[in-house]
């Protein structure tokens, strides 16, 4: 009962077994000036510890804190997680330090607070494999820390719905990743998110940093600045907006090592594909890099989406058009169509590609472009034996200084 609760999570912590719950009155508080480091290397992904901050007086629902429930006062002092958490609704706050939880694969964090009142860090919150932030709310007082840190050689965590605010550092929310040459894998994934209470820009940095932003608003006055390099890095920003409500849903920008591809309004296929008001037609461009090393390395548009109503065969067409000085040819620009081939296969098929061994011409296009230049179109005929959405990605394996292609997003399915 509530009288014999033990007084600090620490006690809860250690006295853990398999399959406890661990409720933490909404109003609890404690504090230590030293760093509080949970771990018993006893929890696991699949049997992590649960920790509900609650009303004690209905502990059959979690109720989130209204302030700090864990806290740390020193000086570069961090609340550290080593074993598997899921936190519900608890409030977490750090003078100056790291919300840490690395070697917590699995972790999961639910309408929890992060809060730091006096950081001069170089990263707020480090995340392993697997860690999930959903609908938390990040809110650093300070401009000195950094943000993000995706905790080294490992994949990354995930953010939905959450919320960031306050201050970050002077160039902004970083999203760093390790070392240069580390190869982290995956990306750190922020999904609905909501930046427009940073003072800064938001900044995806590190040579080994790869990020996706999807749905997610920032400030009108913030830009996504990036530094790529390294293995295999990118920048994916797409669908996302400002708090200037000027925004209009369709904000595309894919960063990679061979090239950007981000949304035109200035140069747009005639009946093509609009933003969700129908008023603004727009393409993808594919500008490719310096740093692409031919077509094995190509730059990847962003996915398409094709509904296919009936079964049978079934020809996938992306109209596009380039300013190359010499036309891109099968070698060198293609898509490929991801479809279900066989009856009851869980497992695409893949149509299209590259011609490895030709350089066979693609074909002229004849539908009607704004600010086109040549124009060309992809298509592929396959057999598919179930109706569904399926994806299409366009691919670009050419290099040519201040050239690009562009393609429209809308996929005619015939």
């Known amino acids: 009962n509530w009288t014999k609760a033990a007084t600090t999570f620490g006690v809860a912590w250690s006295a853990w077994t398999s399959g406890d719950v661990i409720y933490m009155h909404s109003g609890h508080q404690e504090s230590s000036a030293t760093e509080l480091l949970y771990a018993a290397d006893v929890m696991s992904d699949t049997d992590p510890c649960v920790v509900y901050s609650v009303d004690k007086d209905s502990s059959d629902a979690y109720t989130p804190a209204s302030a700090y429930q864990i806290r740390v006062t020193g000086a570069n002092v961090d609340i550290d997680f080593n074993d ?16 840490d939880v690395q070697g917590a694969y699995g972790s999961y964090f639910v309408d929890c607070n992060c809060k730091w009142t006096a950081n001069t860090t170089t990263r707020v919150v480090s995340l392993p494999g697997g860690s999930v932030f959903e609908n938390c709310t990040f809110n650093n007082a300070t ?3 950094n943000g993000i840190n995706t905790g080294g050689n ?3 965590g995930s953010f939905r719905g959450c919320t960031f605010t306050g201050k970050s550092a002077a160039t902004g929310l970083i999203v760093t990743g390790n070392t240069a040459g580390a190869r982290p894998v995956g990306a750190s994934l922020f999904e609905g998110c909501d930046f427009s209470g940073l003072t800064n820009t938001l900044n995806i940095n590190n040579v080994s940093s790869n990020a996706i932003f999807i749905n997610c608003v920032y400030d009108s006055a913030d830009q996504f600045q990036e530094t790529i390099g390294g293995n295999h890095n990118f920048c994916y920003v797409y669908a996302c907006g400002n708090s200037a409500g000027t925004h209009k849903n369709y904000i595309a920008e894919h960063k990679l090592m061979a090239g950007s591809v981000t949304q035109d309004t200035a140069v747009y296929r005639t009946d093509g594909w609009t933003d969700e008001d129908g008023d603004t037609a727009l393409s993808h461009k594919m500008a490719p890099s310096s740093n692409m090393k031919g077509a094995h390395t190509p730059l990847v548009g962003i996915d398409l989406r094709a509904y296919v109503a009936s079964t049978g065969s079934t020809t996938f067409t992306v109209e596009a058009n380039h300013n190359f000085t010499t036309a891109p040819t099968a070698d060198e620009a293609w898509i490929e169509v991801y479809y279900l081939g066989t009856s009851n296969s869980v497992l695409y098929s893949v149509a299209g590609g590259r011609e490895i061994l030709g350089s066979t011409a693609l074909t002229t296009s004849t539908v009607g472009w704004t600010g086109a230049t040549s124009k060309i179109k992809f298509s592929e005929t396959v057999t598919v034996n179930k109706a569904g959405t399926y994806i299409v990605r366009v691919f670009l394996g050419k290099y040519e200084a ?10 005619d399915v015939t």
């Open 84 to 99: 598997c958490i899921h936190a519900f609704g608890v409030w977490f706050e750090m003078v100056d330090g790291d919300f």
């Open 143 to 145: 401009a000195a820390a």
């Open 154 to 156: 490992q994949a990354c």
């Open 402 to 411: 201040s050239k690009a292609l562009w393609y429209c997003p809308l996929v």
